[in-house]
């Protein structure tokens, strides 16, 4: 069964009580939380403080999705926001492994994650020191828009990449997943479905991810 990581950009921010007591109630495994420092992407959500009320209203895992330059002045302090997942953009960090051994060091899960325009290929010597790849199915910045369909050509080479390696590596798809895309994606070999809109903006949230959840 697939790992359902709602993305909590598209919930309601007046009431998201509401929203994670329907997702601690729910069959979704990881909260997942996009932060945008407006430099990286052009837009910007929220950091740490956030995180660390989502933490306190779950014990499911929180996984954070980094949309940032220089994230590793800020890994610390997403580590005491309570992150377990930290996930990095390959494209804004010019020495990887160090980030990656930093996140580690802190005692998280580390992921990088790729935009829809960097090979899969770069992740050749890196692959085996991380716990997840994100693949971008969209260009960050934005909840709601349309999936990129040459991800599943770049799923496919991930998991051919990290069988043959014989590693375990969670590969997690991020950006407009629907319930009719969603058999597609699981069948080219990814195990973590990110969704915001389709999870949020469903008439039953709750019944959205147990339907993804069963796929
Ligand atoms: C996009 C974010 C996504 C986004 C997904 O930059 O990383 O996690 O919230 O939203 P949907 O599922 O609506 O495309
Ligand atoms: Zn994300």
Redesign the pocket.
Known sequence: MPIIAP?L??ANFLDLKADCDMLNASTADWY?L?VMDGRF?PNISFGPMLIDFFRRATTKVCDV?L?IQEPERYAEQFKNAGADNLTVHMEACTHLHRNIQQIHSLGMKAGVALNPHTPVSSLQDIIQDIDLVCL?S?N??????KFIPQTLEKIKQLRKMIDEKRLNVHIEI????TLENAPSILAAGADVL?????VFKAADPTEMISKLKSL
Not at 140 to 145: H, N, S, T, V
């Open positions: 993305s950009l598209s997942h996009d992407v999705h949309m971008m969209v960050p910045g934005f909840g709601g828009q991020d950006g407009g997943v990110v969704a915001g809109n389709t």
